[in-house]
């Protein structure tokens, strides 16, 4: 079975779920057999909700990396209007 890497980034250190499980943490390079994924972090205000991930041909200094973002407060997915006439 082969072990492919993966870096999951956020903001702030949170738990790493993969089809639910946790494997790890967010900014650390995990280690998980080769294969397809959900990815998701453990609590709220982040998006994406998850990510699907199929994880092949990666390597200890070429990790698949990928991206959570914290959602602001009170506002999240809002584009603002000003400066429009």
């Not at 790493?16 to 900014?27: C, E, I, K, S």
């Not at 994406?48 to 973002?69: C, E, H, Q, Y």
């Amino acid at each position: 079975m082969a072990i492919e890497f993966l870096l999951v980034t956020f903001p702030e250190e949170r738990a790493v779920l993969a089809d639910g499980a946790r494997v790890g943490f967010t900014n650390h390079t995990l280690m998980l057999p080769t294969g397809e994924y959900e990815i998701a972090l453990e609590g709220d205000a982040c998006r994406p909700k998850s990510r699907d991930v199929a994880l092949t041909g990666t390597s200890v200094v070429k990790p698949m990396v990928i991206s959570f973002a914290l959602l602001s407060a009170g506002g999240a997915g809002r584009r603002s209007k000003a400066g429009r006439g």
